[in-house]
């Protein structure tokens, strides 16, 4: 489980997130150079926005609302070099690999125009640490990311058209953010 904290021109839409991730590392008991593989999904900051209207809906009546969702999932591969620390260990990692963000909407509205920004699929990468704790099976890590340009909602994801009704706004930019990292490791212990 890891929280996220967007960074560059990502901070400006999406400032927080939360997410899950697995790993598989193949390094020696007592450290060294190895191989990392992982897996994520990341929910970054959704942005609900209320279009003005109210809609009969079938059992009252309801405000209208414009929901913006934004996700990305990943999958990286490369080098770790794991350390042991005490009883426990340091793992220090470089992978790449590829990142899939979608920016979706949802909501009840009649006045709202415009594409959704869909799906991208790009480039990433990704470096961080890992500190397996003493005699346990808890981890607690920090990873950087950064991935090329790929379509997201602006905030606000709608503007007003001088009407009454709204056009949606995206543009592209970089995924590029910290996580802050909770896991727990399965496997052979770190050796007491």
Same mark, same amino acid.
């Given at each position: 489980?890891?929280?996220?904290?967007?960074?560059?021109?990502?901070? *400006?839409?999406?400032?927080? %997130?939360?997410? #899950?991730?697995?790993?598989?590392?193949?390094? /020696?008991? !007592?450290?060294? @150079?190895?191989?990392?593989?992982?897996?994520?999904?990341?929910?970054?900051?959704?942005?609900?926005?209320?279009?003005?209207?109210?809609?009969?809906?079938?059992?009252?009546?309801?405000?209208?609302?414009?929901?913006?969702?934004?996700?990305? *999932?990943?999958?990286?591969? %490369?080098?770790? #070099?794991?350390?042991?620390?005490?009883?426990? /260990?340091? !793992?220090?990692? @470089?992978?790449?690999?590829?990142?899939?963000?979608?920016?979706?909407?949802?909501?009840?509205?009649?006045?709202?125009?415009?594409?959704?920004?869909?799906?991208?699929?790009?480039?990433?990468?990704?470096?961080?640490?890992?500190?397996?704790?003493?005699?346990?099976?808890?981890?607690?890590?920090?990873?950087?990311?950064?991935?090329?340009?790929?379509?997201?909602?602006?905030?606000?994801?709608?503007?007003?058209?001088?009407?009454?009704?709204?056009?949606?706004?995206?543009?592209?930019?970089?995924?590029?953010?910290?996580?802050?990292?909770?896991?727990?490791?399965?496997?052979?212990?770190?050796?007491?």
């Amino acid at each position: 489980m890891n929280g996220f904290l967007g960074l560059g021109e990502l901070a *400006s839409v999406s400032k927080f %997130g939360y997410g #899950w991730d697995g790993a598989l590392s193949l390094v /020696r008991e !007592d450290g060294g @150079l190895g191989l990392r593989a992982a897996a994520g999904l990341t929910l970054m900051q959704a942005h609900e926005v209320g279009t003005g209207q109210t809609i009969f809906n079938g059992t009252g009546t309801q405000e209208s609302s414009f929901s913006a969702n934004q996700s990305f *999932s990943w999958l990286a591969v %490369g080098p770790e #070099w794991s350390t042991p620390v005490g009883n426990g /260990r340091i !793992d220090y990692f @470089l992978m790449v690999g590829k990142a899939t963000v979608k920016a979706t909407s949802s909501g009840t509205y009649f006045n709202v125009s415009g594409p959704n920004p869909g799906t991208s699929d790009t480039s990433l990468m990704l470096a961080g640490a890992i500190w397996s704790l003493p005699r346990g099976r808890v981890d607690l890590g920090a990873e950087f990311f950064a991935t090329g340009s790929a379509e997201i909602w602006d905030d606000p994801p709608i503007v007003d058209d001088g009407t009454g009704n709204f056009v949606t706004q995206a543009h592209s930019a970089s995924i590029t953010g910290i996580a802050v990292r909770l896991g727990y490791h399965f496997g052979r212990r770190s050796r007491e």
